[in-house]
C-alpha cells in the first residue's frame, strides 16, 4: 500500500460511528480530498494536531477505497482567526465555498497557494479585500474568466455570457471604469501582486466588484 505525502488545509470534519472521522481537505499535491480516519479518539496525537486553520502534513495510504490517514503534522498556526470571531466566521464561509465549488481531486498549486497566502496574511483591515480576491480566484478555478480589458472605459457586462457592451443590454450590470481596471488586475496578478496593492483599492470599488462576483456566481 502506498504512503503518499500532501500539504492540505482541513475544509471539514464529520464524526461517524466508533469514533471514525471523515475530513475533507485541501492539497497543494491531490486537490480537494477526502480522507477517512479510522478511530480519531484513540489518538491524542492526532486529536491534537487535526484542526482548522492550520496547515498540516499528511501522511495517507492510498489504497482502491480511497486515502486513509496514517500521519499529521502541523506545520503552520493561522492564530489570527482563534483570536478573531469575524475573521473566524469568514475563514469558514470560504472553506464552503472550496468545499462546494473546488472539483474533486482537481491540482491547482496556484490557487493553493493563494489560500494559504491570504490565511497567513489576512487581518480586520484586510479581510474585505482578501475576500473578493479570493473569490474571484476561486471563480478562475473551474472556468476562464474573460479580460475586463476589452473596453477601456465603464462597461456593461453580462455576468451570464461575459459579454461587454458600452452600451446597456438585457441582463447587463454597469461596471464603472475604476472598478473595472481593478477586476483586470485581480484577474492578472497572484497573491504577492495582489497583497502588494492591497490598501490602495478603495472599499466602494471592492463593493462593486463584490457584487459582480456575486453574479457569476449565480452561473456558474
Given at each position: 500500500?502506498?504512503?503518499?505525502?500532501?500539504?492540505?488545509?482541513?475544509?471539514?470534519?464529520?464524526?461517524?460511528?466508533?469514533?471514525?472521522?471523515?475530513?475533507?481537505?485541501?492539497?497543494?499535491?491531490?486537490?480537494?480530498?477526502?480522507?477517512f480516519?479510522?478511530?480519531?479518539?484513540?489518538?491524542?496525537?492526532?486529536?491534537?494536531?487535526?484542526?482548522?486553520?492550520?496547515?498540516?502534513?499528511?501522511?495517507?495510504?492510498?489504497?482502491?477505497?480511497?486515502?486513509?490517514?496514517?500521519?499529521?503534522n502541523?506545520?503552520?498556526?493561522?492564530?489570527?482567526?482563534?483570536?478573531?470571531?469575524?475573521?473566524?466566521?469568514?475563514?469558514?464561509?470560504?472553506?464552503?465555498?472550496?468545499?462546494?465549488r473546488?472539483?474533486?481531486?482537481?491540482?491547482?498549486?496556484?490557487?493553493?497557494?493563494?489560500?494559504?497566502?491570504?490565511l497567513?496574511?489576512?487581518?480586520?483591515?484586510?479581510?474585505?479585500?482578501?475576500?473578493?480576491?479570493?473569490?474571484f480566484?476561486?471563480?478562475?478555478?473551474?472556468?476562464?474568466?474573460?479580460r475586463?480589458?476589452?473596453?477601456?472605459?465603464?462597461?456593461?457586462?453580462?455576468?451570464?455570457?461575459?459579454?461587454?457592451?458600452?452600451?446597456?443590454?438585457?441582463?447587463?450590470?454597469?461596471?464603472e471604469?475604476?472598478?473595472?481596471?481593478?477586476?483586470?488586475?485581480?484577474?492578472?496578478?497572484?497573491?504577492?501582486?495582489?497583497?502588494?496593492?492591497?490598501?490602495?483599492?478603495?472599499?466602494?470599488n471592492?463593493?462593486?466588484?463584490?457584487?459582480?462576483?456575486?453574479?457569476?456566481?449565480?452561473?456558474?
Open positions: 500500500m502506498n504512503i503518499v505525502h500532501t500539504t492540505g488545509i482541513l475544509l471539514q470534519k464529520t464524526m461517524l460511528p466508533n469514533d471514525d472521522v471523515i475530513l475533507e481537505c485541501f492539497s497543494a499535491e491531490l486537490g480537494k480530498i477526502s480522507i480516519c479510522s478511530k480519531l479518539a484513540r489518538s491524542k496525537k492526532k486529536i491534537q494536531e487535526i484542526d482548522y486553520f492550520r496547515l498540516l502534513e499528511f501522511d495517507l495510504r492510498d489504497s482502491k477505497g480511497g486515502f486513509k490517514l496514517s500521519g499529521v502541523t506545520k503552520h498556526c493561522f492564530t489570527q482567526f482563534s483570536s478573531d470571531y469575524s475573521l473566524m466566521q469568514k475563514g469558514f464561509s470560504w472553506f464552503g465555498l472550496l468545499r462546494e473546488l472539483p474533486e481531486g482537481k491540482v491547482d498549486a496556484d490557487f493553493f497557494a493563494y489560500c494559504i497566502s491570504v497567513a496574511h489576512i487581518d480586520s483591515e484586510t479581510v474585505y479585500a482578501y475576500d473578493v480576491f479570493l473569490r480566484k476561486l471563480l478562475q478555478v473551474p472556468a476562464s474568466i474573460p475586463f480589458d476589452q473596453i477601456q472605459d465603464s462597461v456593461y457586462f453580462c455576468p451570464q455570457n461575459f459579454v461587454f457592451s458600452d452600451e446597456a443590454f438585457e441582463n447587463s450590470m454597469y461596471i471604469n475604476l472598478t473595472r481596471q481593478i477586476i483586470e488586475f485581480i484577474r492578472r496578478s497572484d497573491h504577492v501582486m495582489f497583497r502588494e496593492k492591497i490598501n490602495h483599492f478603495p472599499y466602494e471592492l463593493r462593486d466588484i463584490s457584487e459582480v462576483i456575486e453574479k457569476i456566481e449565480q452561473y456558474c
